[in-house]
T-cell receptor
Framework: SQQGEEDPQALSIQEGENATMNCSYKTSINNLQWYRQNSGRGLVHLILIRSNEREKHSGRLRVTLDTSKKSSSLLITASRAADTASYFCATVSAGDDKIIFGKGTRLHILP | NAGVTQTPKFQVLKTGQSMTLQCAQDMNHEYMSWYRQDPGMGLRLIHYSVGAGITDQGEVPNGYNVSRSTTEDFPLRLLSAAPSQTSVYFC???????????FGPGTRLTVL
């Protein structure tokens, strides 16, 4: 059964703008992970945020987690053409430690 | 470190043929897994292993076998290929089941 669901499914923005993607889930989690996938490539880990954390940063990436709303967001600031990719959230369920990937958000940065 | 490697990159099979997708990692990770990625479906877990000699089924295990004789290698076997197994297959490894996953580059499989 699907756990994390990303929103929107697709997003196009101008280079330099900020991009925000959201992930909602249904059951309690151990942690939540964000990954990037460039076309034709494997997934690359971006950030892991634990259930007791609310915000994490990595360079131009900012991830927030709201366990009361069962949602997370990934913000990419000052987007670049190289950020064009699909972004996936993966939730690790509390209890059984199952990791389930969402269907992803396709981000396209316009020059 | 090479990380996670997968071979082959591309493969075309006929219905009923069998083959093995290879996966190897050089990070001494205990946890390894196989996913398939289909358009609009995200990644779905096929099989996983928490260490040498230990494997278990994921979400979509039917038609696939795995074994884990060493820490480094985790091959995925298709017993009798079917068109429904046309997909992109990814192998991943991590230190533990809940930790950051490191993915291989994928194998694109077409079954005719």
């Amino acid at each position: 059964s699907q756990q994390g669901e990303e929103d929107p499914q697709a997003l196009s923005i101008q280079e330099g703008e900020n991009a925000t993607m959201n992930c909602s889930y249904k059951t309690s989690i151990n942690n939540l992970q964000w990954y990037r996938q460039n076309s034709g490539r494997g997934l690359v880990h971006l950030i892991l945020i634990r259930s007791n954390e609310r915000e994490k940063h990595s360079g131009r990436l900012r991830v927030t987690l709201d366990t009361s709303k069962k949602s997370s967001s990934l913000l990419i600031t000052a987007s670049r053409a190289a950020d064009t990719a699909s972004y996936f959230c993966a939730t690790v369920s509390a209890g059984d430690d199952k990791i389930i990937f969402g269907k992803g958000t396709r981000l396209h940065i316009l020059p | 470190n090479a990380g996670v490697t997968q071979t082959p990159k591309f493969q075309v099979l006929k219905t009923g043929q069998s083959m093995t997708l290879q996966c190897a990692q050089d990070m001494n990770h205990e946890y390894m897994s196989w996913y398939r990625q289909d358009p609009g479906m995200g990644l779905r877990l096929i099989h996983y292993s928490v260490g040498a000699g230990i494997t278990d089924q994921g979400e979509v295990p039917n038609g696939y076998n795995v074994s884990r004789s060493t820490t480094e290698d985790f091959p995925l076997r298709l017993l009798s290929a079917a068109p429904s197994q046309t997909s992109v297959y990814f192998c991943a490894s991590s230190t533990g089941r809940t930790d950051t996953q490191y993915f291989g580059p994928g194998t694109r499989l077409t079954v005719l």
